[in-house]
């Protein structure tokens, strides 16, 4: 069984004096391992860093120093890429096997989690596991060396991991708890956060640690890189988009401010609306009222958080995933779950500016009759420019291929999205015309994009009970010739008079849409004035797409 211990490892000083750690990673990490003299709770603190300052090193330094057979320490609210990066740090750090343990949903056994437990070491638990353990007794408590926090700007009041820290701090009155963040944009506005964070954590010590702190930028100021930064602007539709989501974000926010006035939002505003936690901080300061807000209410947060997204979207997402995206949020707002007109949609969608939302990112993807436009992100053509450069100067430099030097190119992305088109660009780049090097996947997301229209269209049809074709989805190749055999297509002697009719008035309806501009979103285009769509031009244009 685990025994409680905080007894730091004899080879502390030893880890301390690797090279692998800066002089500021040392000074934090001293601060948050108290000598063996010194009371337990002088390294409780929460940690704040800026992004890249390494904050893994640190975490995974503090978990070998505290490691050991009698030892059980828990970290909470890592993700899964966290904990493989962590593990493999620790594995360098010469922590033997198990080293990290991780424990979750699959692990169904609840004798074996016990069993874990009890063995100590450390551990990788998610929240909802934790708390359901200590609440059935299943891991002592008591016998918790300490807790180890990531992503502490998550711990609110009404979260999961401050009903943990509770339950431990009641239980376990001599253990450690160190919490680290490296979203310092979250607790940017007011204090706040802050103090709602530090109150749920129940810890009494914070360090600020910005790129510009002095020691920080001392240490990383001795070896600077060559950085040769390239800016790349916005196509034309990307920066009409962007300046309409704007619009509507500052129209939300005023219409929010305008309906609850009881509630202060001095620092609500356009400048701190550009932090990624800013609605997080809108329904969080509605938290204590939110049981007597109206619904419009509760849209405009739910809204504040859409528009907020949309504008990285625009920024990350390609040109179709992006118009997909927009055309989800339409369905969304326009149709109830049982398939009529939804009552509460969001205001910002009668906007005149979302108008240019829509119809900028519909054209960036194709124009009328589904000619293709497919236009890529810039960042991909500066991409190619810049890896081109490189080629040309790794084949004039005279430099010894067989030598040490691999000329190994690193491209590092945000998310694993980005990453995996990135790869699919590299793949088809030669392939594609020098000024569109992702041609090759645009005409890939179009394919599907074209799918699931049809999709839609179909499913559209089957709730009416309209007959419709049976065939795949549509491909660039077939739809003129799908299009052509349909407007040629003429009622047999053979049919009733009824069948005649029906099929003139279908042919009626349909020539009177190609003279409107095949739809309403279509019509608004070409008169330059457009109309939000609604469920009916919605459903209609699946259709449409669907019978290609």
Not at 57 to 64: E, K, M, Y
Not at 426 to 448: I, Q, T, V
Request: with cysteine; proline share 5%; hydrophobic share 35%.
């Amino acid at each position: 069984m685990a025994t409680s211990t905080h007894k730091c490892s004899s080879t502390t000083q030893e880890l301390l004096d690797r090279p692998y750690l800066l002089p500021f990673h040392r000074s934090i990490i001293r601060s948050l391992v108290p000598k063996d003299d010194d009371p337990v709770e002088e390294g409780d603190a929460l940690i704040i860093l800026a992004r890249g300052l390494g904050l893994r090193r640190i975490v995974s330094t503090i978990l070998r120093i505290y490691d050991g057979p009698k030892n059980l320490v828990v970290l909470v609210n890592a993700s899964q890429d966290e904990e493989t990066g962590i593990g493999e740090e620790l594995t360098t750090l010469g922590v033997k096997r198990p080293g990290l343990r991780v424990i979750h949903h699959e692990m169904s056994s609840k004798q074996s989690r016990q069993e874990i437990y009890l063995s100590g070491g450390i551990l990788s638990v998610t929240s909802r596991i934790l708390v359901v353990d200590m609440l059935s007794k299943r891991i002592p408590t008591d016998l918790i060396t300490g807790l180890v926090v990531l992503h502490a700007e998550k711990v609110s009041p009404t979260s999961v991991e401050a009903f943990i820290f509770r339950i431990y701090r009641q239980e376990n009155k001599v253990s450690f708890l160190k919490a680290f963040s490296d979203d310092p944009e979250y607790f940017a506005i007011g204090l706040g956060p802050l103090q709602t964070v530090m109150s749920q954590l129940q810890v009494r010590k914070v360090e600020l640690w910005p790129r510009f702190h002095k020691q920080a930028n001392k240490d990383l100021g001795q070896r600077k890189a060559d950085v040769i930064e390239l800016h790349q602007p916005l196509s034309r539709s990307m920066r009409n988009i962007q300046t309409a989501i704007v619009e509507c974000l500052d129209a939300t926010l005023s219409e929010l401010k305008r309906s609850n006035p009881s509630v202060e939002m001095e620092e609500f505003s356009m400048e701190n609306a550009i932090f990624r936690a800013f609605d997080v901080m809108v329904r969080k300061r509605l938290d204590p009222v939110w049981h007597r807000v109206s619904p419009k209410t509760k849209q405009l947060v739910g809204d504040l958080t859409t528009l907020r997204g949309l504008l990285n979207y625009l920024l990350t997402y390609d040109a179709v995933t992006f118009n997909s995206f927009l055309e989800t949020i339409l369905a969304s707002n326009t149709t109830s779950l049982t398939g009529g007109t939804r009552q509460n949609q969001s205001p910002w969608l009668f906007m005149d500016s979302s108008n240019v939302i829509f119809t900028e990112a519909k054209r960036r993807v194709y124009y009328f009759d589904v000619v293709p436009v497919l236009e890529e992100l810039p960042k991909w053509s500066l991409l190619k420019e810049v890896l081109d450069e490189i080629e040309q100067e790794i084949h004039f430099t005279a430099t010894d291929l067989c030598g040490p030097t691999n000329n190994t190119i690193l491209i590092m992305t945000e998310s694993d999205r980005t990453c995996s088109q990135v790869r699919e660009i590299l793949s088809s780049m030669d392939e594609c015309p020098k000024e569109a090097p992702g041609r090759h996947l645009m005409e890939h997301l179009l394919g599907d994009y074209l799918y699931w229209k049809s999709s839609l269209g179909k499913m559209d049809a089957n709730l009416k009970g309209k007959p419709m074709s049976s065939s795949s989805g549509p491909t660039l190749n077939h739809i003129q010739e799908d299009r052509t055999s349909s407007e040629s297509s003429e009622p047999t002697e053979n049919q009733n008079e009824a069948l005649k009719r029906k099929a003139s008035m279908q042919r009626g309806q349909q020539k009177r849409r190609r003279q409107r501009g095949g739809s309403v979103g279509w019509a608004a285009a070409a008169r330059k004035s457009t109309v939000v769509a609604g469920p009916q031009a919605f459903e209609e244009e699946n259709a449409e797409i669907s019978g290609l």
